[in-house]
């Protein structure tokens, strides 16, 4: 099984905050560090942490119809195998188990399709029952929200090394279930042999190289990159700055997390992150 977690003696670790940090030290953090930051157990009184458990998102999304990715590997994007489609919340969750019991062969995972806002569109009809829970907690410290989405996935689901196509910050909530993040700043884009988006459409963002440990021993450009990892509980939050390239491994056998992307301040933006997001 692909793990990140294999080399952390080559990892820095993620700088912490315990609980919701002031909005003027966070907001120096971001304007002139542009580092990722954990605000460790700063959403464990949100209700979304606190209530939706995997039996109670079942019951809330059973009639639902979701829009699910799945592959062979579990891996995103695994463009040998991976297919999307649509299935009722019950199917959906009822593939989940069959999953987690070792009666399936493949990975399925709700991908962050449906959306709880979305400023440039329409949000999901799908997660109506569920929007009214999934407001913008207090650890959400920027007023300018753009996008929020559902993830859900089981254990064995991983990312590739990408970053979000939409040039945003994303405060990113752990709900339930535990998951180990690598990041990478946007520098060294020149060095992360990106997938084309000529010959993989909408995957432009990704990087074609792995994490695993055998693979990263054979480039050695690897030992010239820093590389941040982090690990997230319920109830904490992952601040990933605009264009900050991140692959998460889910580590438990279910997970959710809710994703609020909000505006960057392009003052503050290099120009390569402008260059990418123009």
């Not at 460790?40 to 979304?48: A, G, H, L």
């Not at 463009?79 to 959906?92: N, Q, V």
């Not at 009666?103 to 399925?108: A, D, K, L």
């Not at 979000?164 to 946007?186: A, E, Y």
Request: aromatic share 10%.
């Amino acid at each position: 099984m692909h793990t990140e977690t294999g080399c952390e003696k080559d990892l820095r670790r993620v700088r912490q905050f315990d609980g919701v940090p002031d909005l003027a030290c966070f907001t120096e953090q971001l304007h002139y560090n542009l580092e990722p930051v954990v605000l460790r157990n700063s959403c464990f009184d949100w209700q979304p942490v606190r209530e939706w458990s995997p039996e109670r998102l079942e019951g809330k999304l059973a009639d639902q119809m979701l829009r699910i990715s799945s592959s062979a590997s579990g891996y995103f994007p695994d463009t040998g195998s991976t297919c999307r489609e649509k299935l009722s919340g019950r199917a959906f969750f009822e593939r989940l188990k069959d999953e987690a019991a070792g009666r399936s062969p493949r990975y399925s995972y709700l991908d962050g399709s449906e959306t709880f806002f979305n400023l440039g569109g329409e949000s999901s009809s799908a997660l109506v029952a569920l929007e009214p829970e999934a407001r913008p907690p207090r650890a959400v410290l920027s007023p300018f929200l753009v996008k929020s989405a559902l993830w859900i996935g089981g254990g064995g689901v991983h990312s590739g090394l990408h970053y979000d196509g939409n040039g945003c910050n994303n405060f990113n909530v752990q709900v339930c279930g535990r998951k180990s993040i690598i990041l990478l700043s946007p520098k060294y884009i020149d060095r992360l042999s990106m997938l084309s988006p000529d010959k993989f459409a909408h995957l432009g963002h990704f990087s074609g190289l792995s994490l695993d440990r055998d693979d990263m021993a054979g480039h050695p450009a690897f030992s010239e990159l820093t590389l941040y990892h982090a690990v997230l509980d319920p109830g904490d939050v992952l601040f990933i700055p605009a264009l900050w390239f991140h692959a998460v491994t889910s580590l438990e056998a279910f997970n959710a997390n809710v994703n609020f992307w909000t505006l960057p301040d392009s003052t503050y933006l290099t120009p390569l992150l402008k260059d990418l997001v123009t």
